[in-house]
C-alpha cells in the first residue's frame, strides 16, 4: 500500500504547539487548499480545509515561524483519527506531516500604498526530515 500526500496551502490560524510527556514537539494546524473545478461547464473554486500534525524539530519550527496566512508546502501521509465524545463517535482525517516546507510571500503586493511589507527580522530554517516518534 502507498500513502503519500503533498498539499500547498495557507494556514488558517496560527499553529498549536505543544509537548507530549516524553518531551515530544507537536504542532498541529489547518491549511486551506484552493483549487477550481469544472461544475455544469462552469469553474468554480473549490477550498479544503485540513487539518496537520508534525513532530519533532519541524513542530518547534512552526511554532515558532509560521502565522495565519503563512503558505506552506505539506508532505506526508493520511491518517483517521477516532474518538467518542457524549456516546456519540468521531472521525476526522488529518495529515501527518513528514516534511513542512515555509513558502515564500508573495512579493510586490504589499500594503496600501504600493508599499512591500517589511521582511522577517528572522529567517525561517531550512527544511528538516524528522519523522513523528511512533
Known sequence: ??????????????PELRYTPQGTAVA????????KIKQH???KDETLFIGVVVFGKQAESAGQY?????????EGRLQERSWEK????????????????????KSGGGEAGGESAPPEDIAPP?????????
Open 1 to 14: 500500500m502507498f500513502n503519500k500526500i503533498i498539499l500547498i496551502g495557507n494556514l488558517t490560524k496560527d
Open 28 to 35: 498541529s494546524f489547518r491549511i486551506a487548499v484552493n483549487s
Open 41 to 43: 461547464g462552469e469553474l
Open 66 to 74: 509560521l502565522s495565519k496566512g503563512r503558505s506552506v508546502l505539506v
Open 86 to 105: 457524549d456516546g456519540q463517535k468521531h472521525s476526522r482525517m488529518e495529515v501527518v506531516a513528514s516534511s513542512v516546507r515555509f513558502l515564500s510571500k
Open 126 to 134: 531550512e527544511e528538516t526530515t524528522d519523522l513523528e516518534p511512533f
